[in-house]
T-cell receptor
């Protein structure tokens, strides 16, 4: 079974600084997708960024980028120029590719605090 | 795109009562998921549907839990009878059929069973 591990339960960053959230996963599949979701106090789950395993290029969305290391099964999220609104729980998630859409497997989450 | 709509947003009930949570997925999405979130266990998948058919219900904790999807635009998650340990936030999510399609989540229902 696929598993997703977020080893750091909490992190903090100063406003305008850069922070990296780590995530590792375990799978025997070669075709899969990885996601980062953000959950602010409003509890809404918001997609931050996604990465296809077959793509070597790391995904980027404005201030958010990933470092995808397929061989190491690592998928970290970098937040640049951190803003107060980035404070939230962040979840890393895995989804199998072959056979179409399957369930999303989530990590336990990591709480990010942004200090002014 | 109205997003995934869940109701109610909050539910407080007494132990032993029946609870029904409702979800309207995004139109055109083939998959619907029910997740439960607690501090101790994080996000757990309870059940998911493909084209209204339940595919995997292995996450449903007990027979007290049941889920239905009578049509493409509506699903329910029912707990009968409810217990205090069922207190959690229940999310419904939907997605298209392609693997890189993200799950779109509703705002969740916070259930408190006293």
């Amino acid at each position: 079974a696929q598993t997703v591990t977020q080893s750091q339960p909490e992190m903090s960053v100063q406003e305008a600084e850069t922070v990296t959230l780590s995530c590792t996963y375990d799978t025997s599949e070669s075709d899969y997708y990885l996601f980062w979701y953000k959950q602010p106090p409003s509890r809404q789950m918001i997609l931050v960024i996604r990465q296809e395993a077959y793509k070597q290029q790391n995904a980027t969305e404005n201030r958010f980028s990933v470092n995808f290391q397929k061989a190491a099964k690592s998928f970290s999220l970098k937040i640049s120029d951190s803003q107060l609104g980035d404070a939230a729980m962040y979840f890393c998630a895995y989804r199998r590719g072959q056979g179409g859409s399957e369930k999303l497997v989530f990590g336990k989450g990591m709480k990010l605090t942004v200090n002014p | 795109d109205a997003g995934v709509i869940q109701s109610p947003r909050h539910e407080v009930t007494e132990m032993g009562q029946e609870v029904t949570l409702r979800c309207k997925p995004i139109s055109g999405h083939d998959y619907l998921f029910w997740y439960r979130q607690t501090m101790m266990r994080g996000l757990e998948l309870l059940i998911y549907f493909n084209n209204n058919v339940p595919i995997d219900d292995s996450g449903m904790p007990e027979d007290r839990f049941s889920a239905k999807m009578p049509n493409a635009s509506f699903s329910t998650l029912k707990i009968q009878p409810s217990e205090p340990r069922d207190s959690a936030v229940y999310f419904c999510a939907s997605s298209r059929r392609y693997g890189n399609s993200p799950l779109h989540f509703g705002n969740g229902t916070r259930l408190t069973v006293t």
